[in-house]
């Protein structure tokens, strides 16, 4: 038993740290042998325990007061440094604040799946589905998914609250939701907290409206109304019965896309104008999701595989021109994400996001360890005397780490702040949607222990380097010499010059890569507006969902361009569903028919607007062939099967047609077939540009269908937009609200804005881009700056004895500048050699995994601006950082220089 | 050299250590001994606690090591010998006479009470 505790006892003795053992490691062990046969004695067992327990108290105690003796060391180190700290905690501050926001977008985005959903990871999505096919893929799969639902959204509603009187109705607001399938909450996983859900056996079509509200909807606007469920509410000026309400925190399948209110898909198509027109039994009309959950054992890929097999099938039955698209046709995205991103683009942001951050957060660094490196010189002496004192050179090594990870953690902290402040920007902007978007980048715990670990861990890794080479020294050499004496290690191919060079090649192909984004959205994100932006408003009207019948609906709209145009002013009035210059979205494929001597020539990404009368003459947009809609063209009845006129832009032309003449020529879609009647000039429009691996980012082909009546009857979710364009401006304004309003007082105008603001607003997100990578490019040129400025000053004081010598033989002041400018601008070079091609290969890498950026970079590869620009820039600081000290060696006195030995 | 009165009230390890140096010098395990012959066995200063306490006791400049050895037959060369410095004696002094104090204060009130 004795022997026992003393093994223990002696164990843990030795455990102690070092400098404590060295002084007091002997007596420890010495007095736990003495007295260990009277503590058996007089307490037994206990005492024994309690001697244990003594020392391995002890043992924390003396390690947690040494680290903070370090710390105390450290900070008194680093207050007598001032620049060096602010340098360094600035640097680091900026290189983890970044890696902190771009850690939160992936941490809150990406990651996390949608709240509240049942089993998330077995629950996929299939987007731009049509009703038909997604009844086939509920009906004819049962093996392989226990569940299909189908939905579709955001979707908007007009909705009112009924209140106790028929007087006291609330003011109708746009709220977004979900149409959905009576499946969609079983298939999901999702009970009421009140009422019921949606229920295939009781929810049949022809039954009085219901809907399902969001627990956000009952907490903001219904004041958390106990009998909320039976109540009734005004959706689209139709009453119906509220049935039941979600669970908290749960807003749909995409939350970051919040719904707020569910309406079933058997809903009267009076209240829910998306389900006008038979939508339901329209193969064509592919604006649902499907909502799959797979059996258990289900493979993704088989789940795909089958889904793509009955797509093809049901795509020949309904001689969907996508039948003819090669490869898959099907792809599944998550379904229980915050934001479903297919599973191949996951890595890929991942990716970029590493080499983002690891590039910032790697310079920050080497800069550090470059500084310490350059401080470690001139330690030499205070390094030597300490460890002949007899300091562990461990001790003396953590004693260096201390000072790196306490700049480290004070950076992380300024990095948490900068992070907090950057997404409280982001938070303010106001992002170009019709829906609403619950775009949260504020630092979450995940991203910030993640920051914490990042800055811990660089601040550890690149402070050992420094450490030990500094700790490694002949003692009596540099006793005698001091600050002077060479440090091994420090030839050419030295730690210090390869960090050097690492750290001119990683600031370049920072500069060069932001420089790509940069000039890469420039070139495929521009605008060009004929006119003033200013004197064109648009506004949006959305007489259905304010409680007009189709009928009345159709009939409002096509009176009223010709009213306002009557109005003082008022030069150019047209409809759009969506607002110009927006983001294009290339989803459709259209195909053009094979004619004599011509293929079949399917086309994919094409983009489909629909737009009124006189479009293009109001954007004063050429038309190159042929004319553009008119109000003949919009009393078309597609339901008649009649073949619909397009307009179609260049890009489409010739990707439809080739060099021959669309004009007359049709484009079938499905089973709908289109007759061109104008070409016009590509609209340039953000995000307007697609591109392939590294070929040139090219124009989206637009299709233009003109506005019909089954389009006035069921108006987009951000409502119809009325483009006026007027000589004054703002002054006309008011005559459009005065006459809209005696039109019909209860029509909501909303969304009021000139085509200036439009643009703005769309731009807004690109700018925020750009100053993002701009504010990193930057970040590495001054980083890359202080780096070699380090450098240099460290070898012209090391070099100091020898210049003093070379001065004194008769060297001119000129001749000794080339001398330290010469070994700085090597590094220079071959450090720029390396960024070069290495950025250029990590944009072409990334220009070939995804599209997301393929453009930019490819048109920001091919800039002169960039690639001739970006490495003079980063030359020409460099040579300025290399001559300030450089300078400082030409005004060495040789005789002062050399009286120092 | 800082005042003693910062030093009070004292630990009761750090009193016990002053205390069993304030004859003379003495090693780590004379102090041991001591405190607990002083305190008929009911004080013990376990080997880690004594020797982190005397470590605490150098830093604050209360104990140092002593160079003197005592004479050749009671010395035991393997162990370092401690002893007060100026502060120390006065920081004892001091909190003797806080104890003396409160001990004085404590008999009044219990003759007031009688």
């Known amino acids: 038993m004795k022997s026992l505790a003393m093994r223990i006892y002696r164990r843990l003795a030795y455990a102690f740290p070092h400098e404590f053992q060295m002084v007091y490691g002997a007596d420890v062990l010495q007095l736990g042998e003495d007295a260990i046969d009277d503590i058996w004695a007089r307490h037994g067992i206990l005492g024994l325990i309690r001697l244990i327990v003594d020392i391995s108290i002890r043992l924390p105690v003396e390690y947690l007061a040494e680290m903070r003796q370090d710390f105390a060391y450290a900070r008194r180190t680093l207050w007598k440094s001032p620049g060096f700290a602010a340098v360094g905690i600035l640097s680091l501050g900026l290189g983890i604040g970044i890696a902190a926001f771009a850690s939160s977008e992936f941490f809150n985005l990406i990651l996390p799946d949608a709240p509240r959903i049942q089993n998330p990871n077995r629950l996929v999505m299939l987007q731009g589905v049509s009703y038909p096919y997604f009844e086939h893929y509920r009906d004819d799969q049962r093996t392989l998914f226990t569940g299909v639902a189908a939905y579709q959204g955001p979707v908007p509603f007009n909705v009112s609250l009924a209140g106790a ?83 908290e925190d749960f807003l749909g399948v995409v939350p970051i896309s919040p719904a707020e209110i569910f309406v079933p898909t058997t809903s009267p198509a009076a209240m829910v104008p998306e389900l006008a027109g038979d939508t339901l039994h329209q193969p064509a009309s592919k604006f649902f ?34 039948r003819n698209v090669k490869g898959r046709r099907v792809t599944l995205l998550p379904g229980g994400k915050v934001v479903p991103l297919p599973r191949e683009i996951v890595p890929v942001v991942l990716a970029l996001n590493i080499v983002l951050i690891g590039l910032v957060v790697g310079i920050a660094c080497m800069n550090l360890a470059n500084m310490q490196l350059a401080r470690a010189t001139t330690r030499r002496r205070e390094v030597a005397i300490r460890l002949s004192v007899g300091a562990s050179r461990f001790r003396l090594i953590r004693q260096l780490l201390t000072e790196n990870v306490l700049l480290a953690l004070i950076g992380g902290g300024v990095g948490v702040l900068l992070a907090f402040w950057v997404a409280s920007v982001f938070e303010k902007l106001k992002l170009p949607l019709d829906v609403p978007m619950n775009l949260n980048v504020t630092p979450s715990w995940r991203a910030l222990l993640f920051t914490f670990a990042v800055s811990l861990a660089s601040g550890i890794t690149f402070g050992l380097a420094p450490a030990l080479t500094a700790t490694r020294s002949d003692l009596s050499s540099t006793l005698k010499e001091g600050a002077l004496a060479q440090t091994r290690g420090f030839r050419r191919f030295g730690l210090r010059n390869l960090l050097m060079v690492a750290q001119v090649a990683g600031s370049l192909m920072l500069l060069l890569l932001a420089g790509f984004l940069i000039f890469g959205f420039e070139e495929t994100n521009r605008v060009k507006i004929a006119f003033d932006p200013q004197k064109m408003y648009l506004i949006s009207i959305d007489p259905v969902r304010d409680g007009y019948t189709a009928e009345k609906a159709a009939n409002f709209f096509e009176n009223l361009p010709d009213r306002l145009k009557r109005l003082p002013g008022v030069q150019q009035v047209a409809l759009t569903e969506e607002a110009p210059f927006a983001p294009l979205a290339g989803i459709s494929t259209l195909a053009a028919p094979s004619g004599p001597g011509r293929p079949e020539q399917v086309v994919e990404k094409v983009n489909k607007q629909t737009i009124g009368a006189g479009y293009f003459a109001s954007l004063s947009v050429n038309l190159l062939a042929g004319r553009e809609f008119d109000s003949r063209d919009q009393k078309i009845d597609v339901t008649k099967g009649a073949v619909l006129p397009v307009v179609i832009n260049q890009a489409a032309a010739s990707e439809f047609f080739g060099h021959a003449d669309p004009l007359g020529r049709r484009i079938t879609e499905a089973s709908r077939a289109y007759e061109v009647i104008g070409v016009a000039t590509n609209i340039p429009s953000p995000l307007g540009a697609r591109g392939e691996g590294d070929q040139l980012a090219t124009q989206i082909p637009v299709v233009y269908l003109p506005l019909t009546r089954t389009e006035f009857a069921h108006s987009p979710r951000g409502g119809m937009v009325v483009m006026i364009r007027s000589a004054q401006g703002a002054d006309s304004m008011e005559a459009v609200r005065r006459e809209v309003a005696s039109l019909d007082p209860n029509l909501v105008i909303f969304n009021v804005r000139t085509l200036a603001e439009q643009v703005d607003r769309v731009s807004a997100i690109i700018r925020l881009d750009t100053f993002f990578y701009g504010a990193i490019g930057g970040f590495g040129l001054i980083l890359a700056t202080i780096g070699l400025a380090g450098v240099t000053a460290y070898s012209v004081a090391r070099r ?102 | 050299m800082p005042k003693p009165e910062n030093f009070l009230p004292l630990k009761t390890n750090w009193f016990h250590i002053l205390l069993s140096l304030a004859a003379g010098e003495q090693h780590g395990y004379g102090i041991m001994q001591e405190v607990l012959d002083r305190t008929s066995g009911k004080v013990r200063l376990w080997p880690a606690t004594l020797y982190g306490s005397l470590k605490r006791l150098i830093e604050e400049g209360l104990i140092e090591e002593s160079s003197d050895r005592p004479a050749r037959e009671l010395d035991d060369a393997r162990r370092r010998y401690y002893r007060l410095t100026r502060l120390g004696r006065r920081v004892l002094d001091a909190e003797s006479e806080r104890l003396h104090d409160l001990v004085r204060i404590l008999e009044l009130k219990r003759a007031e009470a009688h």
């Open chain 1, 800 to 901: 100091r004895r020898e210049i003093g010598i070379r001065m004194a033989l008769g060297a001119r002041k000129g001749q000794v500048l080339r001398l330290v400018m010469r070994e700085g601008g090597a590094l220079v070079v071959a450090g720029s050699l390396f960024g070069f091609f290495g950025a250029i290969i990590v944009a072409r890498v990334l220009s070939a995994v995804t599209n997301l950026f393929g453009p930019s970079f490819t048109a920001g590869i091919r800039d002169p601006r960039l690639i001739f620009g970006a490495p003079l820039l980063l030359a020409s600081f460099a040579l300025f950082a290399c001559y300030i000290p450089a300078r400082r060696s030409a005004k060495i006195d040789p005789l002062i220089a050399l009286r120092e030995e």
């Open chain 1, 289 to 322: 999701s499907a909502l799959v959950r797979l059996a258990p054992g289900v493979t993704l890929k088989s789940a795909e595989a089958a889904l793509d097999t009955v797509t093809r099938r049901l795509d020949a039955d309904s001689l969907d021109p996508a």
């Open chain 1, 165 to 247: 009187t028929a007087a006291s109705i609330t003011k109708a607001e746009r709220i977004f939701g979900h149409i959905v399938s009576p499946e969609y909450f079983s298939v999901i996983g999702v009970r009421a907290a009140r009422g019921r859900t949606f229920d295939p056996q009781i929810d049949k079509p022809g039954n009085a409206p219901v809907v399902f509200l969001s627990d956000r909807f009952w907490r903001e606007r219904m004041n958390q109304d106990a009998g909320a469920v039976g109540r009734s509410i005004r959706v689209n000026g139709q009453t119906a019965t509220i049935i039941g309400i979600g669970p």
